[in-house]
């Protein structure tokens, strides 16, 4: 793709997100996956097995890192009421798990 300019990395900021694998791996196949130096993901996908306090700590990683302008949370677990402002939410609809 000769001729193409770089999008600045300085002003360019990414949307993070907290879902099931299914919608992780749909947005990481859009091309909006990012891994940091220090090797932490802009995402974290979450199953039967992950726990309130992973979500949690998740979301407050996400919110206060400087590069990450929206924080994606699908409609299953942001109906879990875990006390998120409601004004930063994106709910996305999304199958509930068995």
């Known amino acids: 793709m000769a001729g193409r300019t770089q999008i600045p990395t300085k002003s360019s900021a990414l949307?993070?997100?907290?879902?099931?694998?299914?919608?992780?791996?749909?947005?990481?196949?859009?091309?909006?996956?990012?891994?940091?130096?220090?090797?932490k993901t802009n995402y974290l996908i979450v199953d039967s097995k992950t726990t309130v306090k992973a979500i949690e700590d998740a979301f407050k990683e996400f919110t206060t890192k400087d590069d990450i302008a929206i924080v994606l949370i699908s409609q299953y677990f942001h109906s879990l009421q875990l006390g998120?402002?409601?004004?930063?939410?994106?709910?996305?609809?999304?199958?509930?798990?068995?």
């Open 15 to 39: 949307i993070a997100m907290i879902a099931d694998e299914d919608t992780v791996t749909g947005f990481l196949l859009a091309g909006v996956g990012n891994v940091d130096l220090r090797r």
């Open 84 to 98: 998120w402002p409601q004004d930063l939410l994106i709910g996305l609809s999304s199958y509930t798990f068995a």
